[in-house]
């Protein structure tokens, strides 16, 4: 604060610092990785967002419209609620409500209470929280006024707040407070409207009330919350928005009989976790023009912790971001996970060692070693300028080979997703993580896949057909060229369909037979009991066998016709365009595939991390004044805790606080480490307390009964 001078003594008042806006990023703002991180993530953020706004404007658009419904019909012995079914996602609940909170601020109203179940323990708790929520919220001015932060509280909406206590925090206050709000408000509402209007207006806004975990909360205190709205209705208009995981049926449960007939409810559904996922990875993750991608096995990472520990879309975004920064880390040459555009200019700023450290990429180590020409091979050794070249002649060919492998995902994700039984599951995300570890061509779902779809009718297989040319040519618009024969071929067999079932010459069989039969076998068509006659032994029935399985059946013109459009859609476009991203040179560029860099990080284990983390803080704050040769060395630059951690496991079941602490001083003050320390620096002391405070709240120790001066060890290694 700035010193002031005054000949008598006052009390001045300063603006307020502005806050901090958080750890700055000036340590890696210059570097070529963190600008490529940077870019990718905001493209990856932006579009994200543009999603959740459309599917939030999708789920809340319907509450939004029932509650300025309920505003302008008035029933006073019901009071509106909103239940909201939104599943069992616990996770993702916060965030789902803070949306839905502004988005009920910005269109229906600005009173917008919202209720957790940890806080309202009783009738009590719920009514000063909600009015103490309702009272505190800015007028609408000051909402739409960003300067309203950075004044100084000084006017009279701020004297308001401050003289609003916790006993003022009921009904009856609100009542008054609500009275006095719509009094200041309306007349600034009524001047482009009608003069004759009545100062209270008839557009009073209402009070939303939000329970986002209802069924969490004690079914007697709900009765007499909703009880006592009732009451105050005809004076304060409440709108309930009840937040339900499971079923409508839990409304019921809580609330008697008597309680439910004071609500008018309407459900509203959100939209699973599982559909919300599979939005953002078909309009986000599987963007063919995206310049980072997730490999099969860390996508199947994410997934398996999505499907069966949390199902949090949220989590699995930060995930994902979390392996995009692993990706980038500390890497200038992934400065080339950019646009194809972007190359050339990036490709320009590499050094010396980023071009080694391209180099020493299997990928490219594998590629290097399959060129036939030796002075190529030379070059890519010991060229710089031939490997920049090179190297983005290689990216744009694999931002090419990225554009058509998401196309042909998607059409044999059409293909194959409502075959009995699903091979090859029925979600691009299934397909996806199998086409990226392996060779999808060769497998056995596809072998599977292939058997049925040659039972598919004739305007089954038309109707997928003219879906899949739409995704094909949308991708040959985006860049990838090389499906416009196979999209071509497909727009051929199209026209095949109209005159598959014309009437032909009479002089043309509507039946014939692919090949002649066999010598021996009169006809296909004959019965099998007269075929195998005059058969004596094991060995003429098998000769025989073998004759008639030379013998093919007789096809109709829609079964060679479907015959020849399979044989070209796995020839043409799966086998040409679905070759896993590992057999592509510079893959790693593109693709995050390193399960072990983050694995432990997603996934890890609360009491592993925990030992993990006061072992070798290095593991995860990763500063060279933490390294440690062996995990048994204790420095003074490691955190107080892990130092007591690690003296405390020298000790026995009981363990003295004086030794404890003197083995904590001598190795953070080493220069009196040889002298018993009787006055202990107090700042030392502080940290020392605040160590083993924390250690008792990990659970490794807790207080004797037996001495005051010693503490018990509670585990054992």
């Not at 020392?688 to 990990?698: D, H």
């Amino acid at each position: 604060m700035d010193s002031t001078m005054s000949v008598s003594k006052g009390c001045f008042a300063f603006k307020r610092k502005k806050k901090n806006q958080g750890p700055s990023s000036a340590r890696f703002s210059g570097q070529l990785w963190y600008k490529a991180y940077r870019k990718s993530l905001a493209s990856c953020e932006e579009l994200l967002s543009i999603l959740e706004n459309q599917i939030f404007d999708e789920v809340f658009g319907g509450l939004i419209d029932y509650i300025n419904a309920c505003t302008s019909v008035k029933i006073h012995y019901e009071i509106p609620a909103a239940t909201l079914l939104t599943g069992v996602n616990m996770p993702d609940h916060s965030s789902l409500f803070a949306t839905l909170s502004k988005k009920i601020v910005c269109d229906c109203s600005p009173h917008v209470a919202t209720l957790w179940s940890r806080d309202c323990s009783s009738l009590k708790a719920s009514v000063e929280r909600m009015c103490s929520q309702f009272m505190l919220v800015p007028s609408s001015e000051e909402a739409d006024d960003p300067s309203c932060d950075d004044e100084e509280d000084g006017g009279p909406d701020s004297q308001d707040k401050k003289k609003i206590q916790r006993w003022n925090c009921n009904l009856k206050y609100l009542v008054s407070w609500y009275s006095n709000f719509q009094v200041h408000t309306s007349p600034k509402k009524k001047k482009k409207g009608n003069k004759a209007a009545p100062k209270s207006g008839g557009d009073a806004k209402p009070l939303i009330v939000i329970l986002p975990d209802f069924e969490s909360f004690s079914p007697r205190v709900l009765q007499e919350f909703i009880l006592l709205l009732k009451g105050y209705q005809p004076k304060l208009p409440f709108v309930l928005v009840l937040g339900v995981a499971t079923a409508v049926s839990a409304v019921h449960r809580s609330l008697p009989y008597h309680v439910s007939s004071s609500l008018r409810m309407k459900v509203f559904h959100s939209q699973p976790s599982l559909a919300y996922l599979n939005e953002v990875l078909e309009k986000v993750l599987f963007l063919p023009n995206r310049p980072f991608h997730l490999g099969g096995k860390t996508f199947k990472l994410l997934m398996d912790v999505f499907l069966f520990h949390d199902f949090s879309v949220m989590g699995f975004i930060q995930g994902y971001k979390y392996c995009m920064s692993q990706h980038f880390f500390d890497k200038d040459w992934t400065a080339l996970s950019c646009l194809p555009e972007e190359l050339p200019t990036a490709a320009k700023q590499l050094t010396k060692s980023d071009i080694e450290s391209i180099r020493k990429l299997p990928s490219v180590r594998k590629h290097i070693e399959s060129l036939s020409s030796r002075a190529d091979q030379i070059a890519w050794l010991k060229d710089d300028n031939y490997v920049k070249e090179e190297t983005v002649k290689l990216l744009e060919e694999l931002h090419k080979y990225i554009a058509e492998f998401f196309a042909s995902l998607k059409c044999l994700n059409l293909m194959t997703a409502d075959l009995p039984g699903a091979p090859l599951e029925k979600h691009l995300r299934s397909v996806y993580v199998l086409a990226s570890t392996c060779d999808i061509v060769k497998s056995q779902e596809l072998k599977d896949s292939m058997k049925l779809l040659s039972l598919l009718s004739s305007d089954e297989l038309e109707i997928k057909l003219n879906a899949m040319l739409c995704i094909l040519n949308e991708a040959v618009e985006n860049g990838a060229e090389r499906l416009k024969d196979v999209t071509n071929k497909i727009d051929g067999f199209l026209p095949r369909f109209k005159t598959l079932w014309l009437p032909s010459s009479p002089s043309k069989s509507l039946r014939s037979p692919c090949k002649r039969p066999a010598k021996g076998v009169k006809s296909p068509l004959q019965s099998p009991s007269k075929i195998l006659t005059n058969i004596n032994s094991r060995s003429q029935f098998r000769e025989k066998l073998k004759e008639m399985k030379d013998v093919s059946s007789y096809l109709s013109p829609f079964e060679k016709l479907r015959n020849e459009v399979l044989a070209c859609l796995l020839e043409n476009l799966f086998t040409a365009f679905l070759a896993p991203p590992q057999t592509k040179p510079l893959h790693e560029l593109l693709f995050f595939d390193d399960i072990p860099a983050v694995k432990s990080y997603i996934v890890g284990s609360q009491r592993q991390a925990m030992l993990r983390g006061l072992k070798d803080p290095h593991f995860y704050l990763d500063c060279a004044c933490c390294k440690l040769s062996d995990l048994g060395d204790i420095l003074p630059s490691l955190p107080d805790v892990s130092i007591v951690y690690k003296l405390h496991l020298e000790s026995g079941k009981l363990i003295n606080m004086f030794d404890w602490m003197q083995s904590f001083l001598t190795i953070t003050n080493p220069s009196t480490s040889f002298e018993e320390q009787t006055e202990v620096d107090p700042k030392l002391q502080a940290r020392f307390t605040r160590a083993v405070a924390e250690l008792q709240f990990l659970g490794f120790i807790k207080s004797s009964n037996r001495k005051t001066d010693h503490v018990t060890r509670l585990t054992w290694c």
